[in-house]
């Protein structure tokens, strides 16, 4: 189950348009209960957003709105199925799928899976336990604990998600499967989480490596070293822009 990514896009627009309205909004869209034959689930549709999203606080985490919006989040209220839109209706098999179905007879998600509810803490742990029933590969993975770090803000519970990262992170540099944008962003994220939790020699040799790993240009097909928006990045970090005294003082998602 692969991730869309959407950082290689923002590398080529670094500078924010002026005079933009910074808003984003949705239009109201529906999807077929994969698991409750007849209804229907509340899944918005993107209507509108700028390239100012990628300048926004959870850029250090690599999550880009709207993707940490609650409309993000689509939710049946019958079966209690929520998803993001990439994965909503697709299963890898029967038996994924019927995992899903056995565990939504009994989870607790109350009332707060409608649509206009936000995101909390019990819809955070339903989404959490529907994706570990999808057997995501660890790219998804370690995206998800991204996300869930993101959506935790300066708690400390953030942190615990971030060493969960970490740990996916490192096994698959380790397992050298990586390449291109998931090397490149594996190594920023290695290298702000362990910035973050006060290993700031560890974190600046990861940094180093983004510099000098080359990989291929999906669109040229060139070779190309570095990656100046996660370069640019990992500067503000070291430079104490992503702490989270700074970050959330005046966040403007």
């Given at each position: 189950?692969?991730?869309?990514?959407p950082?290689?896009?923002?590398?080529?627009?670094?500078?924010?348009?002026?005079?933009?309205?910074?808003?984003i909004?949705f239009?109201?869209?529906t999807r077929?209960?994969?698991?409750?034959?007849?209804?229907?689930c509340d899944?918005?549709?993107?209507?509108?957003?700028?390239d100012?999203v990628?300048?926004?606080?959870?850029k250090y985490?690599?999550?880009?709105?709207?993707?940490?919006y609650?409309?993000?989040?689509?939710r049946?209220?019958?079966?209690?199925?929520?998803?993001?839109?990439h994965?909503?209706?697709a299963?890898?098999?029967?038996?994924?799928k019927?995992r899903?179905a056995?565990?939504?007879?009994?989870a607790?998600?109350?009332?707060?899976?409608k649509?206009?509810a936000?995101?909390?803490?019990?819809?955070m742990?339903?989404?959490?336990?529907?994706y570990?029933?999808?057997?995501p590969?660890?790219?998804?993975?370690?995206?998800l604990?991204?996300?869930?770090?993101?959506?935790?803000?300066?708690?400390p519970a953030?942190?615990?998600y971030?060493?969960?990262?970490?740990?996916i992170y490192?096994?698959?540099?380790?397992?050298?499967t990586?390449?291109?944008a998931?090397?490149?962003e594996?190594?920023?994220?290695?290298g702000?989480?362990s910035?973050?939790l006060g290993?700031k020699?560890?974190?600046k040799?990861y940094?180093?490596?983004?510099k000098t790993?080359?990989?291929?240009?999906?669109?040229t097909?060139?070779?190309?070293?570095?990656?100046p928006?996660?370069?640019?990045?990992?500067n503000?970090?070291?430079?104490?822009?992503a702490?989270?005294?700074?970050?959330?003082?005046?966040e403007p998602?």
């Amino acid at each position: 189950m692969k991730h869309a990514k959407p950082f290689l896009i923002a590398a080529s627009i670094m500078a924010l348009s002026a005079g933009v309205a910074y808003a984003i909004t949705f239009a109201p869209g529906t999807r077929v209960d994969p698991f409750a034959e007849g209804k229907t689930c509340d899944a918005p549709m993107l209507a509108s957003y700028g390239d100012y999203v990628y300048d926004w606080p959870s850029k250090y985490d690599l999550i880009f709105a709207p993707r940490d919006y609650p409309q993000w989040i689509w939710r049946c209220e019958t079966s209690g199925y929520v998803s993001f839109p990439h994965e909503f209706g697709a299963f890898a098999n029967d038996a994924e799928k019927a995992r899903i179905a056995a565990y939504l007879t009994q989870a607790n998600y109350g009332p707060k899976i409608k649509g206009d509810a936000g995101i909390s803490e019990a819809l955070m742990q339903h989404l959490a336990k529907i994706y570990a029933l999808r057997d995501p590969d660890e790219v998804m993975q370690g995206y998800l604990m991204r996300y869930f770090a993101w959506q935790h803000k300066n708690k400390p519970a953030a942190d615990e998600y971030r060493k969960k990262a970490i740990d996916i992170y490192k096994k698959l540099l380790a397992a050298n499967t990586l390449k291109d944008a998931d090397l490149l962003e594996a190594l920023y994220i290695l290298g702000f989480y362990s910035w973050k939790l006060g290993h700031k020699d560890e974190a600046k040799t990861y940094f180093e490596q983004i510099k000098t790993t080359v990989t291929i240009d999906p669109k040229t097909r060139e070779q190309k070293r570095g990656a100046p928006f996660l370069e640019n990045l990992a500067n503000e970090v070291m430079a104490g822009k992503a702490d989270d005294k700074v970050r959330f003082a005046n966040e403007p998602n």
